[in-house]
């Protein structure tokens, strides 16, 4: 499985940004994908991820994201997105995309899109 994210850049305080991730390879129905991000000095953290089933799916959020940032999907095109809005300087970070499916449950990550929230 190979991923494709982008949409990381400077943004102020307040402002919004939208992060997308492309899954590629074999891929299967019932999966998960999402982000997490890594600051300077601090370990990886969940930011979002979607879990697609067959009878449906669900979301699940960090705390401190929650009411600011939305995480969707388009299961045709295996792609997830993260808008992100109202962001603050503690964003700062590389956001990572990730991937698992069955029947092995590995974890596979992009490559990083730095956000930074600065004025």
């Known amino acids: 499985v190979q991923l494709q994210a982008s949409g990381g850049g400077l943004v102020q305080p307040g402002g919004s940004l939208r992060l997308s991730c492309a899954a590629s390879g074999s891929i299967f129905s019932t999966n998960i994908m999402g982000w997490y991000r890594q600051a300077p000095g601090k370990q990886r953290e969940l930011v979002a991820t979607?879990?697609?089933?067959?009878?449906?799916?669900?979301?699940n959020y960090a705390d401190s994201v929650k009411g600011r940032f939305t995480i969707s999907k388009d299961n045709a095109k295996n792609t997830v997105w993260l808008q992100m809005n109202s962001l603050k300087s503690e964003d700062t970070a590389v956001y990572y995309c990730?991937?698992?499916?069955?029947?092995?449950?590995?974890?596979?990550w992009g490559q990083g899109t730095l956000v930074t929230v600065s004025s």
């Open positions: 990730l991937y698992r499916s069955s029947p092995t449950w590995v974890t596979y």
């Open positions: 979607i879990t697609t089933l067959t009878s449906g799916g669900y979301t």
